[in-house]
């Protein structure tokens, strides 16, 4: 059983930098095809999706939001890593990474719960 | 304003069927990427509804299926009951924004 869990600071000031970080278990990111994706959703929108880690290290990124983000993997730790900088205030919402594999056309297929970042002054 | 549009709500009563449309473009579903739904009840996380354009994954009830041609998509829920009042997403891949995925803006279904 795949399950994601999402951690990280709740509350944030602008121009601060946000790091979150993806606890997973039921795969592993050392095994062909396997990924974990970052989204994130404002309060009341859409959801946005972020960037995307797989096995062999390749990353994609958000065009939008590319020259502030970061993934990383930590592989013996089943942990996946997501820096935002120079947050703002638009920043603002939930932030959920989910699992991609081979299985399901890459899809999305197991979501963390979720964890809300607020950033204000 | 979103790539890939959606209508922003659709209703239905209980048992009657209804159907979201997902219209992207030549660079994202017209150019042969995958579409997957989700759906994302009230203050949960978003599920994984359809993948690879028509597939359901173990779990989802047929009620629920899924289709896509040109530079469209759609998701269809028959026999529509109360629980599935949500809002809906499409995702896919766009190869004009430098490899990097999307989202729809979301449809709200209201069951009446």
């Known amino acids: 059983q795949i399950t994601l869990k999402e951690s990280g600071p709740t509350l944030l000031k602008p121009t601060q930098t946000l790091t979150l970080t993806c606890t997973f278990s039921?795969?592993?990111?050392?095994?062909?095809?396997?990924?974990v994706g970052w989204i994130r959703q404002p309060p009341g929108q859409a959801l946005e999706w972020l960037a995307v880690?797989?096995?062999?290290?390749?990353?994609e990124y958000s065009s939008s939001l590319k020259t502030r983000l970061t993934i990383s993997k930590d592989t013996p730790k089943n942990q996946v890593v997501l820096t935002l900088t120079n947050m703002e205030p638009v920043d603002t919402g939930t932030y959920y990474c989910?699992?991609?594999?081979?299985?399901?056309?890459?899809?999305?297929?197991?979501w963390g719960q979720g964890t809300t970042v607020s950033v204000s002054s | 304003q979103s790539i890939l549009m959606q209508p922003p709500s659709v209703s239905g009563a209980p048992g009657q069927r209804v159907t979201i449309s997902c219209t992207g473009s030549?660079?994202?579903?017209?150019?042969?990427?995958?579409v997957h739904w989700f759906q994302q009840l009230p203050g949960t996380a978003p599920k994984l509804l359809i993948y690879?354009?028509?597939n359901r994954p173990s779990g989802v009830p047929d009620r629920f299926s899924a289709s896509k041609s040109g530079t469209s998509a759609s998701l269809a829920i028959t026999g529509l009951q109360a629980e599935d009042e949500a809002d809906y997403y499409c995702?896919?891949?766009?190869?004009?924004?430098?490899?990097?995925?999307?989202f729809g803006g979301g449809t709200k279904v209201t069951v009446l």
């Open positions: 039921g795969f592993s990111l050392t095994s062909n095809g396997e990924g």
């Open positions: 989910a699992h991609r594999g081979p299985y399901n056309n890459y899809a999305m297929d197991v």
């Open positions: 030549s660079s994202n579903i017209g150019a042969g990427y995958d």
């Open positions: 880690i797989y096995w062999n290290d390749d990353k």
């Open positions: 995702q896919s891949y766009d190869s004009n924004l430098g490899g990097s995925e999307l």
């Open positions: 690879g354009n028509i």
